[in-house]
């Protein structure tokens, strides 16, 4: 399976988070909100002209700008 | 033990808990040298009093925000204090997240407690937690709440005498690892469908779905803040000032005779021989009630609702169907939260401000409202004046002022250096709110309007008296007639109103009326009173977020925009 930037993600589909590209406060950042590598995470919806990006992970959701979306890398799960 | 930091993710129910534990004395201050705000109350518990810091929100001790340095420095500053303990406030139905603090707390190797809150919602999210195991694992105590019904409280204050510190030991930089670990072993989770709330609230956040919803909510809100805003007016405040407070007035007004300076400063002018309470502008007259009888009930109405709104989770909603559109003007989604504030009041809305993480989304949040966002006193004042000339003509001053939020906040943008940092932010769901924590949050918003407003309109209605008498207001109106008469075409006495703006913009919009202005020059008035400078309040407060120069750019820019606005506006009525 390829890795994609996370906007690259349709809705309702599920990824496994890989990496942050954006240094360590933006990883920092990211993972205080659990959004680290090898979280499960399922995107939600995204507001139109590249608007923020919202995502599932465990009970609670996230939303976050798409130039942060776009230095998430992650990984499809392929549906059962 | 005297002091208890509660702390913990934001909305995990921490200020409910808060509420829970202490009593009707709540005190908000600011972190010295800093405008983070906290609350601190105090528990009584067998004879005891321990004070309770309720410590800014935070999801991690390695500080990404001011906030979140905040709660580092509190933490610090009970690094010696034998008699302190932390009470960790973790949301049960997200504990991997959660967790991620709690360990960085133990880390630390202070005396705490975890307090596991949603525990009844664990249940319909399909969690299931082995709470002997996570203590066993932890090695502090563990208690379960539920915030909303006050379940678990009393048992967690009994057990405050077991804090204890953990033991564990891990490697903090495979912290995730360690989570991992204590999750395998305490926590089941069972799949479930969606409930309807989450529906409701995922269709909320949909890209073409959010809007009209979005549209609705803000309708119904302002409808019922209209509704109960005139209820409180017409059943209450209105007969109280009508049946109790006119007589007394007629009675003192006929021992004055009727006239005179002390008559005319105490009750003011009689208009057709009785009190008018707008008119008049005396001191027990027109002073009491512009303040409580015509502002403070939308100012009630006004923060329950937006309370209610804000407490059920939904304006991290909005904020993000709206963040491409507020980044335009040079700032993100989440300062729809202060510009809805200052509706209220400008005051708490520049505090609100401070929500905001870089100098430049401050400084443009803070101006575009101060200029651009008219506070609930002055709104039910344009409303009841402007109003006699059709809805027309309310629509033009609020279209131009909303008119004037864009554009600026677009030149703004593209002429102040830097970038506005992206939206990052939690969505807390759906949830009913816990309606004793709102009416406390309610109390402390319009408390500041009760403790300040009353004052400076009595002040206002005192300084325009002495203004008249002394003759200074027709020096300084003959001083300003070219800028009020040559651009903005209104009379030379409507510079008395633009004086008093300073102090109060509702007594200021209420002098307008005996001026008997025409329609447009009642629009200019009305929108030149907004624009032109925040009330004396607002830029006290102003001065202390922004900063002495910050503030004068931002006055710079305050009076050349009503230059510019109100000519134009004169020349195309």
Not at chain 2, 5 to 23: A, E, W
Not at chain 2, 287 to 315: A, H, N, Q, R, T
Not at chain 2, 425 to 431: G, H, L, Q
Not at chain 2, 498 to 507: A, E, T
Request: net charge positive.
């Amino acid at each position: 399976m390829n890795r994609i930037p996370l906007i690259e993600l349709k809705k309702g589909e599920r990824a496994i988070i890989v990496s942050h590209h954006g240094g360590r406060v933006f990883g920092n950042r990211m993972n205080s909100l659990g959004l680290r590598p090898r979280a499960v995470i399922t995107k939600i919806s995204s507001q139109l002209f590249r608007g923020p990006v919202t995502i599932q992970i465990g009970n609670s959701q996230v939303a976050l700008g798409h130039g942060m979306a776009r230095r998430i890398f992650v990984k499809r799960i392929p549906d059962e | 033990m005297n002091k208890i930091l509660l702390i913990g993710n934001p909305n995990v129910g921490k200020s409910v808990i808060f509420s829970r534990l202490t009593g009707v004395n709540v005190i908000a201050s600011n972190y010295p040298g800093t405008t983070v705000g906290f609350t601190k109350g105090f528990l009584r518990h067998d004879g005891k009093r321990i004070e309770i810091i309720d410590v800014p929100g935070t999801y991690t001790l390695d500080p990404t925000s001011r906030a979140e340095e905040v709660a580092v420095q509190m933490l610090d500053d009970i690094k010696d204090d034998e008699q302190a303990i932390v009470l960790n406030v973790v949301d049960a139905t997200n504990l991997e997240r959660n967790l991620h603090l709690t360990l960085q707390l133990i880390q630390r190797k202070i005396p705490m407690i975890v307090v596991l809150n949603f525990w009844d919602e664990c249940k319909h999210t399909g969690v299931s937690i082995n709470v002997e195991k996570l203590v066993q694992e932890l090695g502090v105590p563990v208690f379960t709440t539920c915030g909303i019904t006050g379940e678990g409280i009393k048992h967690l204050v009994d057990s405050l005498d077991q804090v204890n510190v953990s033991t564990l030991q891990f490697d903090p930089d495979n912290i995730w690892n360690e989570i991992g670990l204590i999750i395998d072993k305490t926590q089941k989770l069972t799949h479930r469908h969606h409930t309807p709330w989450e529906r409701i609230g995922d269709a909320s956040i949909h890209p073409i779905a959010g809007i009209p919803i979005a549209i609705i909510i803000l309708a119904i809100s302002f409808y019922i803040i209209r509704f109960i805003g005139e209820s409180i007016i017409g059943y209450i405040a209105e007969p109280l000032f009508d049946k109790l407070w006119t007589p007394v007035l007629m009675k003192i007004s006929g021992l004055l005779g009727g006239s005179g300076f002390f008559h005319d400063i105490l009750l003011g002018k009689l208009v057709n021989g009785s009190i008018d309470y707008v008119e008049s502008l005396g001191l027990l007259s027109t002073g009491l009630f512009v303040p409580l009888g015509m502002v403070l009930p939308y100012i009630i109405s006004f923060y329950f609702v937006l309370s209610f709104v804000e407490d059920s989770g939904y304006l991290p909603r909005l904020g993000i169907l709206i963040d491409k559109f507020m980044h335009k003007l040079g700032i993100h989604g989440l300062a729809i939260i202060p510009m809805l504030l200052g509706v209220g009041c400008n005051v708490p809305g520049a505090m609100a401000t401070r929500v905001l993480e870089t100098k430049r989304e401050r400084f443009i949040a803070a101006t575009l409202m101060a200029i651009a966002i008219p506070c609930m006193a002055q709104i039910a004042m344009i409303f009841g004046l402007v109003g006699e000339y059709g809805v027309g003509a309310i629509f033009i001053v609020f279209g131009t002022l909303f008119v004037v939020w864009i554009i600026l906040g677009l030149i703004l943008n593209t002429f102040m250096k830097g970038e506005s940092p992206e939206i990052f932010v939690e969505i807390p769901p759906y949830r009913f709110p816990y309606i004793p924590g709102l009416l406390k949050k309610v109390w402390m918003r319009i408390h500041w309007f009760i403790k300040e407003a009353v004052p400076f309109v009595m002040l206002g209605v005192l300084v325009v008296n002495i203004l008249y008498f002394s003759g200074i207001i027709q020096f300084i109106g003959n001083l300003a007639a070219p800028v009020v008469k040559g651009i903005f075409g209104l009379p030379k006495d409507a510079v008395g109103a633009l004086v008093i703006g300073f102090l109060r913009k509702d007594v200021a919009v209420g002098m307008l009326i005996p001026l008997g202005l025409s329609k447009s020059q009642m629009i200019v008035s009305s929108v030149v009173l907004t624009m032109y400078f925040p009330c004396i309040a607002t830029f006290a407060v102003l001065l202390k977020e922004l900063g002495i120069k910050d503030m004068l750019k931002s006055a710079g820019i305050m009076i050349l925009s009503t230059i510019i606005v109100g000519g134009i506006l004169n020349l195309i009525l």
